[in-house]
Structure formats: C-alpha cells, structure tokens
C-alpha cells in the first residue's frame, strides 16, 4: 500500500514539482505582505540623534548631507540583513522538499535538483557579502559625523583618524591625549570596534577595494546548515606556514593569552584549527600582535564570522553610537554651532 502511495507522490512531485513550490511561494509572499513592519531599530536611533539636531547649523551643511549618506546606508543595510533571512527561509524550504525526494526514493542514487535551488544559492552568497561590504561602508560612512563631533584629531598629521575604522579604532587604543568625551566613547565602544576592524576586513571586493589579493576576491561558503560562513584557505599550506603559527603562539602565550580549547585535543592541536580560534577570539589578541594575527589570518585563511553575528555586531555599534552621540549632544563640538 505504501509503496505504491509513494511511487503516486514521486510522479506528481515529478511533474507538478515546479508549480507548486511556485504557488506556496507566491502565497508566503502575500502572507509576509500582510505582516506589518516594525520600525528598524537604527532608523529608530537615527531618528533621536536627528530630532535633537534642531538648531544647530554646521557650515556649509556638512553634517546634515552626511546625515542623509548614513541613513541611506541603514535603509540599505536593513535590506540585506531582511533578504538574507528570508533567502535562507527558502532555503530551508527547499532543504524539506529535498529531504521529501528522498523519503520517496531513499536508495536512489541521484535526485533531481530543486528548480531554485541554485538561484537560491547564488542569491544566499550575494547578501552574505553584502552583509561585509556594505556593513563597513556604514560604518566607515558613521566616523565622518563623529569626526564633526569629536574635538580629538589625529595624532599622526599623515594619517585621518576618521578615514576608516582601523585608523579610528588604533588612534582610540594608543593616543594618551584622547578628550573626555572621546575617552567616555572608547570605554563604551573600544573592544566592539577592534572586532568590526578585524572582522569586516576578512572579505573585501576589489571594485570597492581596489585590492587584487586572491583571496580577497571571491569565498565559497556551505549554505545548507545554520553554522556556516565565508571562508578561504591558503591551498598550499606547507611546514613553514606551521612555523608562523607556532610562533606567533609562543609569543601570545609568552602575554599571557591562552586560546581556548588549544590544549582540548583533537583538531584543537592542529595550527589551522588554532588560528581559527585565534580569529573567533580576535578581541583577546593585544594590539601589539594584532596586526601579525590579522596578516596570519588572511595568508593562512580561516572562516568568517557567522552572517548573523555580522550583522548583531554591526546593529549594536551603529545603534549604541547614534544613542551616545545623541546623549552626549551638549558635551560634543556640534553644540558650538547651535543657536
């Protein structure tokens, strides 16, 4: 009885396969339609920092146009993170559909392929590199407000401190001539901007960049599991590149900076594997090595962070910045210019 069941379910699937995950979609569609939209929770701050703007007027409106170039970018980014989640909604879609075909033929040793499936993907690897080139266009786009509001200059004269976020994030940590409030940032923001520096630099396109590093170019990644992410591994790893690594551990751990799980056994013991933990724990590594850690980590290759925790990482800081500039209003170099 059951076989023959399944053998009616494969021919229909077979055939009428294609429209009805069209239908389902369309209806998912209007029902996701009909679901209202929650304010966005940057726009939301962004809006604050704009309201208690009144009054002020920056020469030549420099501030404002400024304003206008950040929340685009939050529109933009909001758009990213929402197709990224709802590309990997389908997925998983389409991963039941798959696990479907195989209930009915389980000693087959083919399937036919999802009709989407690989536009899925395609479109999967498209948002989760969005999610790093645009995040750091955001966040780069957010130091030139700051350096309107923040009285501190760089205090190297060849270097913008507010050019890009590792130039911010190194003038933060080092300088000993920080302002107050410059310093009440750093305590709140320091260690979050040490990780958008080391992680959002892990994929970078050359037509933004200009960079042409291999490695830089293009990442695969795995999309069929939650724990999954951009990755690149150096294909001719050899027992120099063993060396490196041991060596810039003996140094880390001559400060006194053990990375979890190096001693647990297993994969933990092999040099890869270790800095992998040493990329995850990035914010462990002191500034004085973490230069050399990044340059391991982009030579030997390793796995991005996970897209969600990108975009966790990346809503925390722009949220918590655009609240503090707000709060901080009457103590920044914006009140200067208010009537």
């Not at 429209?19 to 009909?34: A, D, I, M, Q």
């Not at 704009?50 to 170039?69: A, R, V």
């Not at 923001?189 to 490695?215: C, M, P, Q, T, V």
Request: charged share 30%.
């Amino acid at each position: 009885m059951y076989p023959f069941k399944n053998k009616i379910k494969f021919i229909f699937y077979k055939i009428f396969g294609g429209l009805v995950f069209e239908l389902k979609t369309r209806k998912r569609l209007r029902e996701r339609k009909k679901i209202k939209r929650e304010p966005y929770k940057l726009e939301i701050a962004f809006r604050k920092l704009e309201s208690s703007l009144g009054g002020i007027n920056y020469p030549d409106n420099e501030f404002n146009k400024i304003m206008s170039m950040v929340l685009f970018d939050i529109e933009l980014f909001e758009h990213i993170a929402l197709r990224f989640r709802y590309d990997r909604k389908v997925l998983g879609y389409i991963s039941r559909d798959d696990q479907f075909l195989h209930f009915l033929g389980p000693n087959r040793r083919s399937y036919p392929s999802h009709p989407y499936e690989r536009e899925n993907n395609s479109a999967i690897k498209i948002d989760v590199q969005s999610l790093f080139m645009f995040g750091m266009i955001m966040i780069n786009r957010s130091l030139l407000l700051l350096k309107m509001y923040l009285p501190d200059k760089s205090s190297n004269a060849k270097i913008d401190m507010y050019s890009k976020i590792g130039a911010f994030y190194h003038e933060l940590s080092n300088s000993n001539q920080l302002s107050i409030l410059a310093q009440k940032f750093k305590s709140k923001f320091l260690l979050r901007i040490k990780w958008l520096h080391s992680a959002l630099r892990f994929y970078r396109n050359e037509f933004i960049e200009h960079l042409d590093k291999g490695y830089q170019q293009g990442m695969n990644f795995g999309v069929y599991f939650n724990d999954f992410a951009l990755s690149s591994y150096k294909w001719n790893y050899n027992a120099n590149d063993d060396v490196k690594i041991e060596n810039f551990r003996t140094e880390l751990e001559n400060l006194g900076v053990k990375i979890s799980g190096r001693n647990d056994g297993g994969r933990s013991l092999i040099n890869r594997y270790y800095i992998q933990k040493v990329f995850d724990n990035i914010v462990l590594v002191p500034d004085n090595l973490l230069k050399k850690a990044l340059d391991l980590v982009e030579e030997i290759g390793v796995h991005s962070p996970q897209p969600e925790k990108v975009i966790s990482e990346i809503e925390m800081y722009m949220e918590g910045i655009l609240n503090f500039m707000c709060e901080e209003l009457d103590n920044s170099e914006l009140i200067k210019y208010k009537k």
